[in-house]
């Protein structure tokens, strides 16, 4: 069936409403259960199913949302609307129950954007940072009493979940450019964080995406903000074709700008800086450390201070933030090595990520997981450009997320990088990174495990371990 998501007239969809049935396929995925909470909390009956039992299943079905274990036809009988995500398969038996008795069939972001475009909505758009960008306004929100609802692509420690249920206007989304559906948001106030070549599986190219966000920025309600990173040109490109009704404010780390950071000092584990804004200087810290958090925080707080945060809640929110779920998050200590989690799998945020890391001071040790054949083909020179630089470096297989393998595998990738990093090692089979990585190494080792794959339980079943120390 066609995936097409971005022309859809939301109008003509099933509108979610108070005792309309509505069954998610996929419940426990980040993108769903936030998405799950918000319309059961609205009065819409909702159910659904995951493969397998996890956190955000237990937390379903303690706020009273049922969630059968293993897809089966006979589940979605009853429902009145069937919700999937990109990553559920065709030819999924519920899927296809949905369809064959004409249920209707919406993707999760059709009902999301039905929900964000009735709203105040603030989106955030972008490659690289969207969940911490979204996080963060969230809580700087909450934090001014605005009393926003939120949906995160990730675990947010201070909400308990990936979402906040609020009582305001205020609906704080994280979009997603990965399948085009970011482009069906009707935002108050659109945030783009910046725009590089990925998701070149959906995407022909770097202009395509780019045409995308124009597109995104494009239906900003009149009267709306979009709050823009003027260090990036992709997206200061993009802002210059913004229509007429929509006001600009560029957010830069460099140059002067609508909101500026200056005098940055970037601490190990958080940072400093001083905004410039309207005439008017104040100081932030922010509890995570890294350069490309001195800019995801300078946009965070410039969509905050736009919807009528003051400086107060913007310097006590983010003070009080340390971060996202998997976003250089420390485990704890094994075998006298610190242990971080993070989520970067693209070149760009490998990099970046990475000089957050050396920042530290400490013996670096890596272990990545590719994510997905198509982006480790595409972008295979950067890949072996940034792992390349490094002296200790674990590699292990693809994690292809659905997709049929491709003539690049994780052997590909290590033999590249082997050329000019002798030192690299390849652990094919991902059960066994845990051992690789006790064998390697040592006390005082910072061990960064990357990628948005599986890669995060190896780095739990190393903290898990009887060396390891919490």
């Not at 560029?250 to 800086?273: D, G, K, M």
Request: net charge negative.
């Amino acid at each position: 069936m066609s995936r097409d998501l971005v022309t859809v007239d939301l109008h003509a969809l099933p509108q979610p409403c108070a005792g309309r049935r509505y069954f998610l396929c996929g419940l426990g995925g980040a993108g769903m259960n936030p998405l799950a909470h918000v319309l059961a909390a609205r009065g819409v009956a909702v159910a659904g199913s995951d493969a397998c039992a996890q956190k955000s299943t237990a937390m379903l079905s303690a706020a009273g949302i049922s969630c059968a274990l293993g897809h089966a036809a006979d589940q979605v009988r009853g429902a009145d609307v069937f919700v999937y995500s990109s990553a559920i398969a065709d030819d999924n038996p519920e899927f296809q129950y949905a369809r064959d008795h004409n249920i209707p069939c919406l993707h999760r972001a059709h009902v999301l954007a039905q929900l964000v475009n009735h709203a105040h909505g603030i989106t955030v758009a972008g490659t690289h940072g969207k969940t911490t960008t979204t996080a963060l306004i969230a809580l700087i929100l909450t934090e001014a009493g605005l009393d926003p609802t939120a949906v995160v692509g990730g675990f947010v420690p201070a909400f308990n979940g990936y979402h906040r249920l609020g009582h305001a206007d205020w609906f704080v989304v994280e979009t997603d450019e990965s399948d085009g559906s970011f482009q069906l948001f009707d935002s108050t106030l659109a945030v783009l964080l910046n725009i590089d070549a990925d998701h070149l599986d959906y995407y022909p190219d770097l202009a395509a995406i780019e045409a995308a966000c124009a597109r995104y920025v494009a239906r900003i309600k009149p009267g709306g903000t979009l709050v823009y990173n003027a260090d990036d040109a992709h997206a200061t490109a993009v802002a210059a074709r913004a229509p007429l009704h929509v006001a600009r404010l560029a957010c830069s780390c460099t140059s002067p700008a609508s909101f500026r950071a200056q005098v940055v000092a970037l601490q190990p584990w958080s940072s400093e800086f001083s905004v410039s804004e309207a005439g008017a200087t104040y100081p932030v810290t922010v509890g995570v450390p890294g350069q490309h958090n001195v800019s995801n925080a300078l946009q965070a707080l410039a969509a905050a201070r736009s919807s009528g945060a003051s400086v107060a809640a913007v310097q006590r929110a983010c003070a009080a933030f340390h971060g996202v779920e998997r976003r250089f998050q420390m485990l704890g200590t094994c075998q006298g090595a610190t242990i971080v989690d993070d989520y970067a799998h693209h070149p760009r945020e490998i990099e970046a990520t990475l000089r957050a890391a050396r920042a530290l001071g400490q013996p670096l040790l890596v272990v990545f997981q590719p994510h997905r054949f198509s982006r480790t083909q595409k972008l295979l020179d950067e890949f072996v450009c940034v792992l390349g630089g490094l002296d200790r470096l674990i590699l292990t297989d693809i994690f292809g997320a659905s997709e049929t393998p491709g003539t690049v595998t994780g052997g590909t990738l290590y033999d590249r990088v082997r050329a000019v990093a002798p030192h690299t090692q390849y652990v094919a089979d991902i059960a066994a990174v845990p051992d690789a990585v006790q064998r390697a190494c040592r006390p005082g080792d910072l061990v960064l495990f990357l990628g948005a794959g599986t890669i995060s339980a190896a780095a739990h079943q190393l903290i898990a371990s009887p060396a390891a120390v919490h």
